[in-house]
């Protein structure tokens, strides 16, 4: 009688271990952001977004009854810890897609391993060399910083301001849109006077806009994420600079504005629809979405969705649709996210085997900041 | 904008940034007088009152005088703190140790203020409005603040040390240990008033710097190294030393920052250290040989 327990107790457990090893239930992503650290606000919405959509779609019966789960890691916005979290999600938990980094060098830490382990990785982060040249498994969401520089150029073309100073921060992010400034510039008939850059954790930009201002520039461009951005803006209020003060995408959100104070008025910078919503044509073809998108986060966490959440946004929903027609097959979900054509919270995407990226400048409008609140410039 | 009004901002800038220095230097100072111990912690102590200061002015709503006085209140208890950890090894222990445990605490610090007041940059008004114009160079009113600040600091220091009877048994202590416990004076109760001293210094700089630079969980580290940069560079023990050679290294960094590369701001106060460490390390500005 007790060896016969014994036998059955082993075999429930190997059953048990089989289905689990088996794992054929439950379809697994895996996501890095930056949840603590400088980077939070970027991280923070994002893994918001990616537990909402998550929610939604196991109360309405997973993705052709399997249940969907998200493993989410924080990179802290450093390299190495993104590095290691991939590793443990491609190996240890076998996600069959990655969703993030949320910056521009996590993801490009990200990239290489993602692309060996043949697991797609779709990026919410900005700069253009994620996806360039286009690596098979690897591709983004965020608008590209080539777009952001072209509208930017637009602008000030526009507006007349053809000689103008550009700053940006020594990370990632900056250093690509400088790269592409210096590109792009010459043929927009734009004269860069004066290049310059501040760390990442500098806390008094008052000598580089001091030798800015005498250059006296018509426009200063300035490019990074928060919170330098932020400082620059308090320091050239500071020292009574009047120059228009242009910037990237990388402050279209709330906390800019926190930082920056009464600093923040006047300042223009391209960004997605999303946060200029309510201003948005009625015949636009990313009305619904934004619109959906908006009221859904505001219902479960009680606060305004922002650009990087949307990011998110759009990385999930690509992996959800190709999974819904595929399965779980990283290969399948590969080549199928690579035909998609996806009206987004950043833009309207068209993929291709060429473009991983999906997007161009008409994802970006230039929205200005007056009073603290964002108004889209026509 | 002229070659003149270039030169004052950049003149400017660094006087206000070498003030910061020169108070946390002070702090450095206050500590290694009375106990030998460098405290590494103190840009924690920097960080800690900025950071009080901003989450009370914004969560609690508190007014800018009562929050400067809670962020001094709470790091000079966080300081006895760490004093009391450090008592029991000081007698036995050699200074590489107790240098080790100032390290830790810093490194706690750090992360019970991520935890407990959020990794976001938290900003901080200015302390009043309206800048001063000097040959069109701007000096920004929270740069005016500093200075005074700065040197009621250094007023009051002076007198606690030469008015007090407190102030003048730390300063026995710091001449001779032997000494003061001959005379009855209680060499724990000092190291521990050091430490407390030393945090309500480094909050002092932190809530008046908090409005130029923001206040976030990890900006101790950096100003933590150069205001230790600034106290090695004027000699260790040296409060003259210490304050003339921090509105030195604001001086040079801005400088530098402005003429010869923004980049490299941080690289020069490091520079300047590792050559004072290898070539001169009792200090440029101190007249004593030091082991």
């Given at each position: 009688m007790?060896?016969?327990?014994?036998?059955?107790?082993?075999?429930?457990?190997?059953?048990?271990?089989?289905?689990?090893?088996?794992?054929?239930?439950?379809?697994?992503?895996?996501?890095?952001?930056?949840?603590?650290?400088?980077?939070?606000?970027?991280?923070?919405?994002?893994?918001?977004?990616?537990?909402?959509?998550?929610?939604?779609?196991?109360?309405?019966?997973g993705?052709?009854?399997?249940?969907?789960?998200?493993?989410?890691?924080?990179?802290?916005?450093?390299?190495?810890?993104?590095?290691?979290?991939?590793?443990?999600?491609?190996?240890?938990?076998?996600?069959?897609?990655?969703?993030?980094?949320?910056?521009?060098?996590?993801?490009?830490?990200?990239?290489?391993?993602?692309?060996?382990?043949?697991?797609?990785?779709?990026?919410?982060?900005?700069?253009?060399?994620?996806?360039?040249?286009?690596?098979?498994?690897?591709?983004?969401?965020?608008?590209?910083?080539?777009?952001?520089?072209a509208?930017?150029l637009?602008?000030?073309?526009?507006?007349?301001?053809?000689?103008?100073?550009?700053?940006?921060?020594?990370?990632?992010?900056?250093?690509?849109?400088?790269?592409?400034?210096?590109?792009?510039?010459?043929?927009?008939?734009?004269r860069?006077?004066?290049?310059?850059?501040?760390?990442?954790?500098?806390?008094?930009?008052?000598?580089?806009?001091?030798?800015?201002?005498?250059?006296?520039?018509?426009?200063?461009?300035?490019?990074?994420?928060n919170?330098?951005?932020?400082?620059?803006?308090?320091?050239?209020?500071?020292?009574?600079?009047?120059?228009?003060?242009?910037?990237?995408?990388g402050?279209?959100?709330?906390?800019?504005?926190?930082?920056?104070?009464?600093?923040?008025?006047?300042?223009?910078?391209?960004?997605g629809?999303?946060?200029?919503?309510?201003?948005?044509?009625?015949?636009?073809?990313?009305?619904?979405?934004?619109?959906?998108?908006?009221?859904?986060?505001?219902?479960?966490?009680?606060?305004?969705?922002?650009?990087?959440?949307?990011?998110?946004?759009?990385?999930?929903?690509?992996?959800?649709?190709?999974?819904?027609?595929?399965?779980?097959?990283?290969?399948?979900?590969?080549?199928?996210?690579?035909?998609?054509?996806?009206?987004?919270?950043?833009?309207?995407?068209?993929?291709?085997?060429?473009?991983?990226?999906?997007?161009g400048?008409?994802?970006?409008?230039?929205?200005?900041?007056?009073?603290?609140?964002?108004?889209?410039?026509? | 904008?002229?070659?003149?009004?270039?030169?004052?901002?950049?003149?400017?800038?660094?006087?206000?940034?070498?003030?910061?220095?020169?108070?946390?230097?002070?702090g450095?100072?206050?500590?290694y007088?009375?106990?030998?111990?460098?405290?590494?912690?103190?840009?924690?102590?920097?960080?800690?009152g900025?950071?009080?200061?901003?989450?009370?002015i914004?969560?609690?709503?508190?007014?800018?005088?009562?929050?400067?006085?809670?962020?001094?209140?709470?790091?000079?208890?966080?300081?006895?703190?760490?004093?009391?950890?450090?008592?029991?090894?000081?007698?036995?222990?050699?200074?590489?140790?107790?240098?080790?445990?100032?390290?830790?605490?810093?490194?706690?610090?750090?992360?019970?203020?991520?935890?407990?007041?959020?990794?976001?940059?938290?900003?901080?008004?200015?302390?009043?409005?309206?800048?001063?114009?000097?040959?069109?160079?701007?000096?920004?009113?929270?740069?005016?603040?500093?200075?005074?600040?700065?040197?009621?600091?250094?007023?009051?220091?002076?007198?606690?040390?030469?008015?007090?009877?407190?102030?003048?048994?730390?300063?026995?202590?710091?001449?001779?240990?032997?000494?003061?416990?001959?005379?009855?004076?209680?060499?724990?109760?000092?190291?521990?008033?050091?430490?407390?001293?030393?945090?309500?210094?480094?909050?002092?700089?932190?809530?008046?710097?908090?409005?130029?630079?923001?206040?976030?969980?990890?900006?101790?580290?950096?100003?933590?190294?150069?205001?230790?940069?600034?106290?090695?560079?004027?000699?260790?023990?040296?409060?003259?030393?210490g304050?003339?050679?921090?509105?030195?290294?604001?001086?040079?960094?801005?400088?530098?920052?402005?003429?010869?590369?923004?980049q490299?701001?941080?690289?020069?106060?490091?520079?300047?250290?590792?050559?004072?460490?290898?070539?001169?390390?009792?200090?440029?500005?101190?007249?004593?040989?030091?082991?």
């Open positions: 007790k060896r016969a327990l014994i036998v059955l107790g082993a075999a429930a457990l190997l059953a048990v271990a089989w289905t689990s090893a088996y794992g054929a239930e439950t379809y697994k992503i895996g996501a890095i952001f930056s949840i603590t650290g400088a980077n939070a606000p970027l991280g923070v919405p994002e893994k918001d977004t990616v537990e909402m959509i998550v929610e939604q779609i196991n109360k309405t019966g993705i052709n009854g399997h249940k969907l789960e998200a493993i989410v890691m924080d990179d802290a916005g450093d390299e190495t810890k993104a590095n290691l979290a991939a590793k443990k999600l491609i190996e240890s938990d076998k996600v069959c897609a990655i969703v993030g980094p949320s910056l521009t060098g996590t993801s490009l830490a990200v990239a290489a391993g993602a692309q060996a382990a043949r697991i797609p990785l779709i990026s919410c982060a900005a700069g253009a060399v994620i996806v360039t040249p286009t690596k098979p498994y690897v591709f983004k969401t965020a608008q590209s910083d080539i777009h952001a520089v509208k930017v637009d602008y000030l073309k526009a507006h007349d301001l053809t000689r103008v100073a550009f700053l940006n921060v020594t990370n990632a992010f900056g250093k690509s849109g400088k790269d592409q400034m210096q590109k792009q510039s010459p043929r927009a008939g734009i860069v006077i004066a290049w310059d850059e501040f760390g990442d954790k500098d806390t008094n930009m008052t000598a580089q806009l001091t030798r800015i201002r005498g250059k006296n520039p018509q426009a200063v461009v300035c490019w990074g994420t919170p330098g951005p932020a400082l620059v803006a308090r320091d050239m209020k500071a020292l009574k600079m009047k120059t228009p003060l242009i910037m990237s995408h402050i279209a959100n709330k906390k800019f504005i926190e930082l920056a104070g009464d600093a923040a008025d006047g300042v223009i910078f391209p960004a629809r999303l946060i200029v919503v309510n201003e948005i044509a009625r015949n636009e073809p990313q009305r619904k979405a934004l619109l959906g998108y908006a009221a859904a986060f505001k219902k479960k966490y009680g606060r305004d969705p922002d650009t990087f959440g949307g990011h998110a946004w759009d990385a999930v929903m690509l992996v959800v649709r190709a999974m819904r027609k595929v399965g779980d097959d990283p290969a399948k979900i590969r080549d199928e996210v690579e035909k998609t054509r996806l009206v987004g919270i950043s833009g309207v995407f068209a993929f291709s085997p060429t473009d991983h990226n999906g997007l400048k008409d994802a970006f409008v230039m929205v200005q900041i007056k009073n603290g609140k964002w108004k889209m410039l026509t | 904008m002229d070659l003149a009004s270039q030169l004052l901002q950049y003149l400017f800038a660094g006087i206000t940034a070498g003030s910061i220095y020169a108070i946390i230097a002070l450095f100072t206050v500590v007088n009375c106990t030998e111990v460098i405290n590494f912690a103190q840009g924690e102590f920097v960080m800690l900025a950071m009080v200061a901003a989450w009370s914004i969560t609690l709503h508190l007014p800018l005088p009562i929050a400067f006085l809670l962020a001094v209140a709470v790091t000079s208890v966080v300081g006895i703190g760490l004093g009391c950890v450090v008592i029991p090894p000081l007698k036995r222990a050699s200074v590489v140790t107790l240098i080790i445990i100032t390290i830790g605490g810093s490194i706690l610090f750090r992360g019970l203020a991520m935890l407990i007041l959020g990794q976001d940059a938290l900003p901080m008004p200015q302390f009043s409005e309206g800048s001063v114009m000097v040959a069109n160079a701007v000096i920004m009113p929270q740069s005016l603040w500093i200075l005074g600040v700065g040197l009621a600091c250094v007023v009051l220091l002076r007198l606690f040390y030469d008015k007090t009877m407190v102030g003048r048994a730390m300063r026995a202590t710091a001449c001779s240990k032997e000494g003061a416990l001959t005379v009855g004076i209680n060499i724990n109760r000092m190291v521990v008033i050091s430490f407390a001293l030393a945090g309500a210094i480094g909050a002092v700089a932190g809530v008046i710097v908090a409005p130029i630079s923001l206040a976030s969980f990890d900006m101790g580290t950096m100003l933590g190294l150069k205001g230790f940069c600034a106290a090695i560079f004027g000699g260790l023990g040296n409060f003259g030393g304050i003339l050679a921090g509105l030195m290294l604001g001086i040079i960094e801005s400088f530098g920052a402005g003429y010869i590369s923004s490299y701001k941080d690289a020069i106060a490091f520079v300047l250290l590792l050559g004072i460490l290898f070539f001169r390390p009792q200090g440029v500005l101190s007249g004593r040989k030091r082991e």
